[in-house]
């Protein structure tokens, strides 16, 4: 059953009470909250995504909730549940959405352990993977957004999620995070897509979130072996130039993005060094989306 089979009262009632139940792959999340613009975006958001049953034990139970103090009236705020934990302080109402799907990133980087964590971009082409790893502000979200919905299946936006084993990633797809001009650009580029009511005045500036292609929701079960890790840099007046990246400065750039590699010590470790190894590593800067495809679909990429 998917989320978008559920009636709207139906649906309102559990995220009201016990929450939904969505299974994302690598993880599954208990969702709960009682505020209705919450509700309404996380279910157009994720209408394409299983429910699991309720009885079934969830990776993350996560709320958004109005505090109980005056500040439900004056000035309203919202704050951030993991079970009865608050790690963040709270938030302008306005930003209730974008706190759920930060609090969501805040569960996995803090206790999703059996995995190595990058933030990094992830998109798959011809059955290979490509990593982008970036800091913000390099245009890592704008040039995902572009590239999932022409023809790449995405992985994951925000969180590369690498199986310390094999070596393969693991998809994580959540709605994409589009920040000040790009989500316009975006809407001219894609005006079929689904996009969340803009969230102004954030620390990230304006946000907005895209729902996913249901293609790439479908297949959060594949996981895929990794081709390149490509590191973006968007500048405006600079056209697509490409530079070899040393596996030296690879590894640098993915250790400094990882998320938990600390927590996981010489595997975290060996396991960015395996896959730094074993895979092309390129610098890329760019200012236009068109020519970054055409070189990763007809470049030194092309089998």
């Known amino acids: 059953m998917k989320v978008a089979d559920l009636e709207w009262g139906e649906a309102k009632q559990i995220l009201d009470s016990s929450g939904l139940v969505v299974d994302l792959g690598v993880a599954a999340f208990r969702v709960q909250s009682s505020i209705v613009n919450v509700q309404e975006t996380f279910l157009k958001l994720y209408s394409s995504y299983e429910l699991l049953d309720d009885s079934r034990g969830a990776d993350f139970q996560v709320a958004v909730k109005r505090p109980l103090s005056v500040r439900r009236w004056l000035k309203p705020q919202v704050s951030f549940f993991q079970d009865n934990i608050t790690p963040f302080l709270p938030l302008p109402f306005s930003q209730s959405y974008p706190l759920l799907e930060w609090g969501m990133n805040w569960c996995m980087a803090s206790y999703m352990h059996e995995h190595l964590l990058i933030h990094g971009a992830v998109l798959e082409r011809n059955g290979e993977a490509f990593i982008f790893p970036a800091p913000p502000g390099s245009g890592k979200s704008t040039l995902c957004a572009f590239l999932a919905f022409s023809g790449w299946r995405i992985l994951s936006d925000e969180m590369t999620v690498l199986n310390l084993s094999t070596g393969e990633v693991h998809p994580f797809v959540r709605p994409i995070c589009l920040k000040n001009n790009s989500i316009n650009l975006f809407r001219s580029w894609f005006p079929e897509a689904f996009i969340s009511p803009i969230a102004k005045d954030t620390a990230k500036g304006d946000v907005a979130h895209i729902r996913p292609p249901v293609d790439s929701i479908n297949r959060i079960r594949e996981s895929v072996k990794v081709r390149a890790v490509i590191l973006p ?71």
Do not use: M, W
Not at 264 to 285: M, P, W, Y
């Open 233 to 303: 840099k968007y500048s405006p007046d600079i056209p697509l130039d490409i530079y070899s990246l040393s596996k030296c400065d690879a590894l640098q750039s993915l250790s400094g993005n990882a998320f938990n590699e600390g927590v996981l010590g010489l595997e975290g470790f060996k396991a960015l060094v395996r896959l730094v190894e074993s895979v092309d590593t390129v610098e890329i800067h760019y200012n236009d989306l068109q020519e970054v495809s055409a070189f990763l679909l007809e470049g030194i990429f092309t089998p």
